[in-house]
């Protein structure tokens, strides 16, 4: 058994390509919540192979890396699309980012759209992010804004913020 199985694949995406493969082998599954509990620095891989199976243990995995990945939409994304916001646990946990503090939900920002239902109070937090000082990802947010239903170019207050970050610094 190697450790490391795939090291310089990543760019190849074998982890995606493993989950599509083999989603619902229970050998798979099996050895992938097994190799998954041994991980500590592979957001991305983990994430990518999650799609397997939503099994409980990469839920449990998955839902601590949010809290303290240093790139939390890996394991957002990969709640989102495996759990999804009707699991408790995980709608819980994805709003809680959300409308946490400032800095860490502008590393979801992209997936906010998805997280919030309601477009009027994506919209509103995703520009409080954007103003934000300390938001850490406004292509993440710009993104989210224009995925939004209704959003158009001709947004004056998000043209405005896009250009400028109240201290006349272009973004």
Known sequence: QLEHPFIGMM?????????????????????????????????????????????????????????????????????????????????????????????????????IPNILPDAKEARDRLIEILRAPNNQRPDFVLSALRDLPHATEADDEIVNLRFQNGDGRLL
């Open 11 to 111: 760019m190849n995406d074998a982890y995606s390509q493993i989950a599509q493969s083999f989603r619902g082998n229970a050998k798979v599954i099996a050895a992938v919540d097994e190799w998954a509990l041994r991980q500590t620095h592979h957001e991305v891989e983990l994430a990518r192979v999650s799609s397997i199976a939503s099994t409980p243990t990469l839920k449990t995995i998955l839902l601590r890396q949010l809290e303290s990945s240093s790139f939390p939409h890996w394991p957002a994304d990969a709640l989102r699309d495996g759990w999804g916001m009707a699991d408790s646990e995980v709608g819980t946990a994805l709003r809680a980012v959300a409308m946490g503090d400032v800095r860490r939900a502008s590393r979801i920002a992209n997936l």
